[in-house]
């Protein structure tokens, strides 16, 4: 139970998506759900008056506004299924192990991936063309006022 009066969890994670942020996120989606609609019937009249290119943008438009109804969706699944895990009661780990750590639906890295410096080949031998660029390079370095056509190698 909540302290909404009985009311579980559900209000308060329904006032959650109430602040100020989320209040901006629900009026830039009605906005643009009614802006890419409108824009849609627009493409439509003139498609009906001859304009045969409009056709696909009469399809285009209202494909936009799934999307951004999608997007809001997904989002607000997302922030409600954050609030539920920050409103949970912690597991008591010498119960049951805790649950992989996720990020969306797939799981986070735990640790670092280690890759081996070492190449792959044992046997290398030494780059001729890398030695003389290190070479050149020091070069330039010990002669800090020279241009690079003035290297003698």
């Known amino acids: 139970m909540s302290e909404t009066g009985g009311v579980p969890g ?61 997007v809001w969706w997904r989002e607000v699944k997302l922030a409600r299924r954050r609030m539920a895990e920050v409103d949970a009661p912690p597991a008591d780990p010498a119960v049951e192990p805790a649950p992989a750590v996720t990020t969306g639906s797939r799981p986070a890295v735990r640790r670092p991936v280690r890759v081996s410096r070492v190449p792959a080949t044992g046997d290398v031998g030494e780059d001729t063309d890398l030695a003389a660029y290190n070479h050149y390079l020091s070069w330039l370095n010990a002669n800090p006022g020279a241009r690079p056509g003035d290297y003698p190698g």
């Open 10 to 70: 559900t209000l308060d994670a329904m006032r959650r998506l109430w602040t100020p942020a989320w209040i901006a996120r629900h009026v830039a989606m009605v906005v643009l759900v009614v802006g890419f609609l409108g824009l849609g019937w627009w493409q439509i009249s003139r498609a009906a008056a001859g304009n045969s290119l409009s056709w696909g943008y009469a399809v285009e438009w209202p494909i936009f506004a799934g999307f951004v109804v999608y």
